[in-house]
């Protein structure tokens, strides 16, 4: 499943994306912005896999969104200006819609971000943390979730838990958005290993995680309960 926002100054084309978004069972539109400033502020602490993404919108465009990302993910820009098209490639952008675009145009544009992500897939599947002089690798698939505290980060994964010196924003950026989401402002959780959801908590193995307010409605969306 593609997790995905949309950021647009214009109500009418976040509901077109919305609309095609919706005839497809690969891809979930967990939020929509008009207002691209509260969108850098909510991508910075839920990345996503996918952002259709405005040019030209007041007080930031689209490309300076993208210059204050440090984890950027996939973009599928979406214009009514066709000028801005070679320079978006800069960015290298999975594709360019320039509206209005029906559709079918839309499918062709998922399924290129479908190929870019399973490649990514294929060449990322571990990273490698600092454990005092020593860089340990570690499988994705392994982390249950990540509890942290301060500048320091508990890795709990099936076999052992590993302390490391590294903020929330540092390791968000060695993960794959598709399989982690925050749920807590001291716990990011990986998504394949919830067992279940109740009382505000995520059971993980055999530990209870606590769901707070902030996070409550992305994880419900990212997990197509909302």
Do not use: W
Request: charged fraction near 25%; include cysteine.
């Amino acid at each position: 499943m593609i997790t995905a926002i949309a950021i647009d100054d214009e109500p009418k084309a976040i509901q077109v994306i919305q609309h095609h978004a919706d005839k497809l069972k690969n891809i979930n539109l967990l939020s929509s912005f008009t207002d691209a400033q509260e969108a850098l502020k909510y991508l910075k602490e839920n990345p996503v896999d996918l952002v259709f993404l405005d040019i030209n919108m007041p007080h930031l465009s689209g490309l300076e969104l993208l210059d204050n990302l440090h984890l950027k993910p996939q973009v599928i820009f979406t214009t009514a200006y066709s000028e801005f098209a070679v320079e978006s490639y800069n960015y290298n952008a999975v594709d360019y819609l320039l509206k209005p675009f029906e559709f079918d145009r839309f499918q062709q544009a998922i399924h290129k971000v479908e190929q870019r992500l399973e490649l990514q897939k294929q060449t990322h599947s571990y990273c490698f943390i600092k454990d005092g002089f020593k860089n340990i690798k570690i499988a994705f698939e392994e982390i249950l979730f990540i509890k942290g505290s301060g500048n320091y980060l508990d890795i709990v994964t099936k076999a052992k838990t590993l302390t490391t010196r590294m903020t929330f924003l540092e390791m968000v950026e060695k993960l794959p958005a598709s399989k982690f989401v925050r749920v807590h402002q001291s716990y990011l959780v990986n998504v394949e290993h919830i067992d279940k959801i109740e009382n505000n908590q995520v059971y993980i193995a055999s530990e209870k995680i606590p769901i707070s307010g902030r996070y409550r409605d992305v994880l419900y969306r990212r997990l197509d309960l909302a």
